[in-house]
């Protein structure tokens, strides 16, 4: 059996702050890259201990150089660096998608951190006309591929997203927002038992788990935060311009539909 894990910082144990904090030359970046690796560990060891035979990890945030190379699990698969897709490296040859470090959509009232894809540069997106934020644009495109998603670990707000579109998957909330800025946090080590064991129960629950397929033809809305980014994306092939800052594609393959509006 062979699980991909996509990753992201926002999300993971301990983390809050503003992305000056976080993010490269942050007072909290070091500390920040040890705690998501934490989380990206346990994870792959609760999915070797439910008995899969190979974990391939995507470093998602930023410039994908988050996840600490020297102190990750030996036995998992690193990618890292700048990449040419969202899901890089994922393909039909794997069985099960877990999520790591999730934050919720832009705009949740109640969550750390909100955003989707990017928090200066989007504003919205939607898919089939229900807004989505990037749980649900990582669970259409693992669904092209026919993987489900069988567990999210991240602030409260993004497990009530994950939940309100997955359904019944394995979760772990690992802290909640008292602001967009500050959050309750749970210790590192207790995270960390929970996150491998919600990680073993979705791989030995992996026939419960039905990849996401929204209905075709698909539409796809992003509403940038700025007009010239919307003029730009919609002198695209497939890209039509609704108003000032909003453009939408539709099709038939998500895959297509994301990179013209998204790629």
Not at 24 to 36: I, V
Not at 157 to 170: M, V
Not at 235 to 256: M, P, W, Y
Request: proline letters at 3%.
């Amino acid at each position: 059996m062979k699980v991909f894990i996509m990753t992201d910082l926002e999300g993971a144990t301990g983390v809050a702050g503003d992305w000056s904090d976080f993010n490269p030359g942050g007072r909290e970046h070091d500390s920040a890259r040890r705690l998501l690796t934490g989380d990206v560990n346990s994870a792959i060891q609760g999915a070797y201990d439910g008995g899969v035979s190979e974990v391939v990890v995507l470093d998602g945030h930023g410039a994908a150089f988050s996840i600490l190379l020297e102190d990750f699990d030996s036995r998992a698969q690193l990618i890292r660096g700048r990449r040419a897709s969202e899901l890089e490296g994922l393909d039909a040859s794997f069985n099960l998608m877990l999520c790591i470090g999730v934050h919720s959509m832009a705009g949740t009232p109640d969550g750390l951190l909100t955003h989707t894809l990017s928090h200066t540069e989007m504003d919205n997106v939607w898919l089939n006309n229900t807004p989505v934020g990037e749980i649900g644009l990582w669970a259409a495109l693992a669904g092209h591929f026919n993987v489900p998603i069988g567990l999210v670990v991240g602030e409260a707000s993004a497990i009530r997203e994950a939940k309100s579109l997955l359904g019944n998957i394995e979760t772990v909330a690992v802290k909640e927002a008292t602001s967009r800025f500050a959050a309750k946090c749970l210790h590192p080590q207790v995270s960390w038992s929970m996150i491998r064991s919600a990680a073993e129960k979705a791989v030995k629950r992996i026939n419960e788990f039905k990849p996401f397929k929204p209905e075709v033809p698909m539409e796809l809305k992003v509403q940038f935060h700025n007009s010239d980014r919307a003029e730009s994306v919609s002198k695209r092939h497939g890209a039509v311009r609704i108003d000032g800052r909003t453009v939408i594609c539709r099709g038939s393959n998500v895959l297509d539909i994301y990179n013209v509006l998204l790629g």
